[in-house]
């Protein structure tokens, strides 16, 4: 089972709504690099504080927001991906 969460070298703040994630790269932030993401990539960021499955991601966004299951299953896997490689996000597997 691949699990979802935060990586430990970032660190995120809301400020005016507007959720920023800055990665800590040789324990300082690197400024040049800082994420801001809109209200959907907000909860699925608030989704992966704790090790978190993409169905589980995708469960929430459903209760939150109106759209096509599809849609948003894709949109949960392109985010997890996109965070993922740039290292944000780690992917963590589990034994069933």
Known sequence: M???VRSESVVSRVIAGETLIIPV???VGDLSSIYSLN???SVIWQSVTGP???EEIVHTLQTEFAGEPEQIEQ???TFLQDMSSA???NEVEVAV
């Open 39 to 41: 209200e959907v990539a």
């Open 52 to 54: 978190r499955t993409a």
């Open 75 to 77: 949109d949960v896997n």
């Open 25 to 27: 790269r040789r324990g």
């Open 2 to 4: 691949q699990l979802y």
């Open 87 to 89: 290292g944000l996000i």
